[in-house]
Each structure stands twice: as structure tokens, then as C-alpha cells.
């Protein structure tokens, strides 16, 4: 059984940082595509960022540039580090896992962007 839980979100004012972390089990993130989408109030949930084999790297326009995946293949962890924080950045942010071409997710995280 694949499990995914979300760590790191909070407040934070715009133009600063937050360095979103999800700990996975029963799936290894090398041999997975791992991402991290994100849902705001209103609207559907969209693709931030993934990673694949091989740590090839994908991101929406939108934040390119500002947040970096990343996976640690020993912890079994992904990590989203999200800079230059905006206020339309405000979602709930969930943590994706790919096998087998079933998709497996966290409960998700929320991050307010807010001065």
C-alpha cells in the first residue's frame, strides 16, 4: 500500500520561502514519477512540479524559475522548495505518486501566501 504525507505548509508573507517535504512508503521515488500538484479554493487541481527517473524534472510555467523538486532516493523523500512566494501560490498542496500508471495521494498541505 502506498502512503504519502505532506509536511511543511503554512503562512507565509509574499517574496519569502517554504520548503514543502512528503515522506513516501510502499513506493520507491527512483523508480516512480513523483510530483507535488496543488488545489486553490474555487478551482481544479493543477501539476506544480514532478520528477522521474532518473531525476528529469518538469514544472508549470508559472512557477518556473521560483520552486525546485527534488528526491531523496536513501529517505525515500520529495521535496518541493518554493521561493519568491506569491499570493495566488495559495493551495493546498498535495503530494502525487505514479505506479504503474495509478495515481496515489497525500492529504496535502496548505500554504497561504499573506502579508
Known amino acids: 500500500q502506498v502512503q504519502l504525507v505532506e509536511s511543511g505548509g503554512g503562512l507565509v508573507q509574499p517574496g519569502g520561502s517554504l520548503r514543502l517535504s512528503c515522506a513516501a512508503s510502499g513506493a520507491s521515488v527512483g523508480r516512480n514519477t513523483m510530483g507535488w500538484y496543488r488545489q486553490a479554493p474555487g478551482k481544479q487541481r493543477e501539476l506544480v512540479a514532478s520528477?522521474?527517473?532518473?531525476?528529469?524534472?518538469n514544472y508549470t510555467d508559472s512557477v518556473k524559475g521560483r520552486f525546485t523538486i527534488s528526491a531523496s532516493w536513501p529517505r525515500n523523500t520529495v521535496s518541493l522548495h518554493m521561493d519568491n512566494l506569491k499570493p495566488e501560490d495559495t493551495a493546498r498542496y498535495y503530494c502525487?505518486?505514479?505506479?504503474?500508471?495509478?495515481?496515489?495521494w497525500g492529504k496535502g498541505t496548505l500554504v497561504t501566501v499573506s502579508s
Open positions: 520528477i522521474g527517473r532518473g531525476g528529469i524534472t
Open positions: 502525487n505518486a505514479r505506479r504503474q500508471g495509478i495515481d496515489f
